[in-house]
């Protein structure tokens, strides 16, 4: 690796070096700025090629693309309160002045500001809830934003996007890939990250601009850029289940300041000290924190994709993961966490998602995979503590969800699901019958599920949400055996249960006694429910659905008995789990249809 990297360094000196060289040849002798004679060849030999990312074709009016200039205002004020603060990647004082002098007069705006401008809108638009964004436009949200979308993705072809050296075009394609993680396919947007990371590598933004020898201001702004580029790779590599992120390779640049936006300014002499409590940087910054200890990791303990091991090769012992990870924690709370005020909405989501990742960090140190037998001698005192991590992560999420002054960050919120945690946890409770984590365990999905009702609806034909529900379904169904094994009322299903039952199955013909052996259905004729009725359950196990359902469930890869083949970041349990889950279904019998593979797709 070493070798590698410094053949690569080697490399850019040589190609600097021929730059010098063929600039000195001028006549004038004089050092010219801008690009060197090499690069100012590439551009008259080659095409830009940024049509291969999104398409050839540039509307040739594309200023007539812009909202009118209340609009204009209107779609900044909401990028500044719903988008801006948990990303923060330039200087809003600058860029607002910037907008109004540019929305004044379009005919002359530069391709670069058009292109941030239109991604701010983009990103507004997404940000907006939709009967807002509806009343501004006379459209459906849908409509905006695909619009927006687009004259997004045709001003960064305008602007020559894959070989501008200006970081305001960079900004764009950051805003752009941030908003789109709702609608793009992970492995896609884990691609164009790439492409992100590469344009800020070009224009130098993996080297700190101090060792540049730039402006204070100029290069604080690439350290927001760059950090907030490292982590959005690092979310979508994991997502896509690539594993492999910006973190695997060398880059110097610092943590922003923890400054506020009017403690800068782009005339300034030098970089103000940092705030010892909170600032508007502390949510960005805190989350920069972990991601940094994850890539300081890599030389401590080398965490790569779930494995933690010395440099030496020699595993981490479960002490050592502790320990580092409860000085991560300790960092946090001394530095940011114990400043922040949970009325403020920011400080609030500022604790909530940290400690969150402490405890995912956990659950992935304590995976039973780590120990000598797979998990197999695991105690259950282990056992309690992975699922309350779970717990914990997704009651987390439920006490966001369930604040409403979080509701102008729901884009950015469901983007955030904890859905290792859910599936942990159902697989959990197919064995976890009864207790109180078990009661934890299913008001916690339960409520859960009921913040994101809309989002599941969405994406109901999906495999990998067909394998989820087979995996819940099975879990309250072992619930109700055991109420029945113990002769007690059958506890009524949650609105998640009943939900499922409604989607993914019709009551059948005929009924089983409640009293032993395959209980695939959902009440025994004559046994209580829980509000003392006697009757007749709806039986889902001879729907075909529902029996493909639960044979996907009993064939997949279950962490509950065998958890050395599930981890949070172990994508052969989804791949495992949506195979099973692909319907076998006979000549002639009725056909339904699955959806298309497990992806968030492009807009349509």
């Given at each position: 690796?070493?070798?590698?990297?410094?053949?690569?360094?080697?490399?850019?000196?040589?190609?600097?070096?021929?730059?010098?060289?063929?600039?000195?040849?001028?006549?004038?002798?004089?050092?010219?700025?801008?690009?060197?004679?090499?690069?100012?060849?590439?551009?008259?030999?080659?095409?830009?090629?940024?049509?291969?990312?999104?398409?050839?074709?540039?509307?040739?009016?594309?200023?007539?693309?812009?909202?009118?200039?209340?609009?204009?205002?209107?779609?900044?004020?909401?990028?500044?309160?719903?988008?801006?603060?948990v990303t923060m990647i330039f200087h809003a004082p600058t860029v607002q002045q910037q907008i109004l002098d540019a929305s004044a007069d379009l005919a002359n705006v530069s391709e670069s500001m058009e292109a941030l401008m239109f991604a701010i809108y983009y990103a507004a638009a997404v940000a907006l809830p939709a009967e807002e964004c509806e009343a501004m436009f006379r459209a459906p949200q849908l409509v905006v934003v695909n619009r927006y979308m687009l004259a997004t993705q045709q001003?960064?072809?305008?602007?020559?996007?894959?070989?501008?050296?200006?970081?305001?075009?960079?900004?764009?394609?950051?805003?752009?890939?941030?908003?789109?993680?709702?609608?793009?396919?992970?492995?896609?947007?884990?691609?164009?990250?790439?492409?992100?990371?590469?344009?800020?590598?070009?224009?130098?933004?993996?080297?700190?601009?101090?060792?540049?020898?730039?402006?204070?201001?100029?290069?604080?702004?690439?350290?927001?850029?760059?950090?907030?580029?490292?982590?959005?790779?690092?979310?979508?590599?994991?997502?896509?289940?690539?594993?492999?992120?910006?973190?695997?390779?060398?880059?110097?640049?610092?943590?922003?300041?923890?400054?506020?936006?009017?403690?800068?300014?782009?005339?300034?002499?030098?970089?103000?000290?940092?705030?010892?409590?909170?600032?508007?940087?502390?949510?960005?910054?805190?989350?920069?924190?972990?991601?940094?200890?994850?890539?300081?990791?890599?030389?401590?303990?080398?965490?790569?994709?779930?494995?933690?091991?010395?440099?030496?090769?020699?595993?981490?012992?479960?002490?050592?993961?502790?320990?580092?990870?409860?000085?991560?924690?300790?960092?946090?709370?001394?530095?940011?966490?114990?400043?922040?005020?949970?009325?403020?909405?920011?400080?609030?989501?500022?604790?909530?998602?940290?400690?969150?990742?402490?405890?995912?960090?956990?659950?992935?140190?304590?995976?039973?995979?780590?120990?000598?037998?797979?998990?197999?001698?695991?105690?259950?005192?282990?056992?309690?503590?992975?699922?309350?991590?779970?717990?914990?992560?997704?009651?987390?999420?439920?006490?966001?969800?369930?604040?409403?002054?979080?509701?102008?960050?729901?884009?950015?919120?469901?983007?955030?699901?904890?859905?290792?945690?859910?599936?942990?946890?159902?697989?959990?409770?197919?064995?976890?019958?009864?207790?109180?984590?078990?009661?934890?365990?299913?008001?916690?999905?339960?409520?859960?599920?009921?913040?994101?009702?809309?989002?599941?609806?969405?994406?109901?034909?999906?495999?990998?949400?067909?394998?989820?529900?087979?995996?819940?379904?099975?879990?309250?169904?072992?619930?109700?055996?055991?109420?029945?094994?113990?002769?007690?009322?059958?506890?009524?299903?949650?609105?998640?249960?009943?939900?499922?039952?409604?989607?993914?199955?019709?009551?059948?013909?005929?009924?089983?006694?409640?009293?032993?052996?395959?209980?695939?259905?959902?009440?025994?004729?004559?046994?209580?429910?829980?509000?003392?009725?006697?009757?007749?359950?709806?039986?889902?196990?001879?729907?075909?659905?529902?029996?493909?359902?639960?044979?996907?469930?009993?064939?997949?890869?279950?962490?509950?008995?065998?958890?050395?083949?599930?981890?949070?970041?172990?994508?052969?349990?989804?791949?495992?789990?949506?195979?099973?889950?692909?319907?076998?279904?006979?000549?002639?019998?009725?056909?339904?249809?699955?959806?298309?593979?497990?992806?968030?797709?492009?807009?349509?």
């Amino acid at each position: 690796m070493l070798e590698l990297r410094q053949a690569s360094s080697a490399t850019s000196e040589e190609l600097k070096h021929l730059e010098e060289l063929l600039e000195g040849s001028d006549d004038e002798g004089s050092r010219k700025t801008g690009p060197g004679v090499i690069q100012q060849s590439f551009d008259k030999l080659h095409a830009d090629g940024s049509g291969l990312l999104f398409g050839f074709s540039v509307n040739d009016d594309l200023k007539a693309l812009h909202p009118g200039p209340i609009n204009i205002f209107r779609l900044w004020q909401t990028y500044l309160n719903c988008v801006y603060p948990v990303t923060m990647i330039f200087h809003a004082p600058t860029v607002q002045q910037q907008i109004l002098d540019a929305s004044a007069d379009l005919a002359n705006v530069s391709e670069s500001m058009e292109a941030l401008m239109f991604a701010i809108y983009y990103a507004a638009a997404v940000a907006l809830p939709a009967e807002e964004c509806e009343a501004m436009f006379r459209a459906p949200q849908l409509v905006v934003v695909n619009r927006y979308m687009l004259a997004t993705q045709q001003a960064l072809n305008a602007a020559k996007l894959l070989r501008n050296l200006d970081i305001t075009v960079l900004q764009a394609l950051v805003i752009l890939l941030v908003a789109s993680r709702h609608s793009i396919d992970p492995r896609s947007l884990w691609v164009h990250c790439g492409t992100a990371i590469r344009l800020g590598q070009r224009i130098g933004l993996h080297r700190d601009g101090t060792s540049l020898g730039l402006p204070p201001f100029e290069a604080e702004m690439r350290r927001r850029l760059w950090w907030q580029m490292v982590v959005l790779d690092s979310r979508v590599a994991e997502l896509s289940g690539a594993g492999t992120s910006i973190l695997t390779t060398p880059f110097d640049t610092r943590l922003p300041s923890n400054v506020n936006d009017s403690n800068l300014n782009p005339e300034m002499g030098e970089l103000p000290s940092d705030h010892p409590g909170t600032s508007d940087m502390t949510f960005c910054l805190a989350r920069y924190e972990i991601i940094d200890f994850l890539k300081r990791s890599n030389t401590t303990f080398f965490l790569f994709e779930g494995e933690w091991a010395k440099p030496d090769g020699v595993p981490a012992t479960l002490t050592e993961k502790d320990q580092a990870i409860d000085a991560l924690e300790r960092r946090l709370e001394d530095k940011y966490l114990r400043h922040c005020d949970p009325q403020i909405t920011l400080h609030f989501l500022t604790k909530m998602y940290s400690r969150t990742a402490i405890y995912r960090m956990r659950l992935t140190a304590h995976h039973p995979r780590h120990h000598p037998d797979k998990g197999v001698s695991m105690p259950m005192e282990e056992r309690d503590l992975l699922c309350r991590l779970s717990l914990n992560m997704i009651e987390n999420d439920n006490i966001i969800q369930r604040n409403k002054a979080t509701e102008k960050f729901g884009w950015f919120i469901h983007t955030n699901f904890q859905f290792p945690a859910f599936v942990y946890l159902l697989s959990e409770l197919r064995h976890r019958t009864r207790g109180e984590l078990a009661d934890r365990g299913w008001q916690a999905i339960s409520e859960g599920f009921q913040y994101r009702m809309s989002f599941i609806a969405e994406r109901k034909h999906s495999p990998v949400f067909k394998a989820t529900s087979a995996l819940g379904l099975k879990a309250w169904q072992a619930r109700e055996m055991d109420a029945i094994a113990h002769n007690e009322p059958i506890p009524e299903p949650p609105e998640y249960i009943v939900t499922l039952r409604n989607i993914f199955g019709d009551p059948p013909s005929k009924h089983k006694k409640g009293s032993g052996g395959d209980f695939r259905y959902l009440n025994a004729p004559g046994h209580p429910t829980s509000s003392g009725e006697t009757g007749q359950r709806p039986e889902y196990a001879q729907g075909i659905a529902y029996n493909q359902m639960a044979a996907a469930a009993e064939a997949a890869p279950n962490p509950g008995t065998n958890p050395t083949e599930w981890s949070p970041l172990d994508w052969t349990y989804w791949d495992e789990l949506i195979r099973n889950w692909e319907p076998q279904v006979p000549d002639g019998s009725q056909q339904f249809d699955f959806g298309q593979p497990f992806n968030f797709g492009t807009a349509q």
